[in-house]
């Protein structure tokens, strides 16, 4: 079973989910570069996406671009479950990233990190948005309405 951080800390484009994390200190969204590559190049397969940014990475770094030195490593969630460093960028940076990576996708992700960036801002004037969110998620799971409910009492 998720935990509740582990769900706040995903987000969804289309069919892909994003890891993502939120630095209270900053208030900057920091995505994972991998799965945000992997939107982009509509893959699928987790080592494809990982590759393609080791090679653009060693791209960028010879153009001396300051994409790459912008890029942090975070622990976050993996498909194991396990926290795993990997590496991540705020929303400015990514932004700059995507420019690299010819694709179909750029401007529906552009568009998705700035409703991300809109959704959080509303859900810290109004902590409901949160718990709301939440639940659609869960049912988007399959979670049972008593399940929900249940999670929801324990938070």
């Known amino acids: 079973m998720k935990t ?51 090679v653009l990475k060693s791209r960028l770094k010879k153009e001396g671009s300051e994409v790459v030195t912008k890029c942090n490593r975070l622990k976050l969630f993996a498909e194991d479950g396990k926290m795993r460093e990997t590496d991540v960028a705020d929303v400015e940076t990514i932004l700059r990233l995507i420019q690299s990576i010819p694709s179909k996708k750029t401007e529906p992700v552009k568009l998705w990190l700035a409703k991300v960036g809109y959704e959080r801002m509303q859900e810290m004037t109004d902590p409901e948005r949160a718990m709301n969110r939440s639940r659609e998620y869960w049912k988007k799971q399959g979670r049972s309405d008593k399940w929900i409910q249940q999670r929801m009492m324990s938070q």
Do not use: C, G, M
């Open 4 to 54: 509740n951080k582990e769900i706040n800390s995903l987000a969804v484009f289309e069919q892909f989910k994003i890891r993502r994390h939120y630095d209270e200190q900053s208030e900057k969204w920091y995505f994972s570069v991998i799965d945000i590559i992997a939107v982009l190049t509509e893959q699928t397969d987790y080592q494809v996406a990982r590759n393609y940014w080791k």
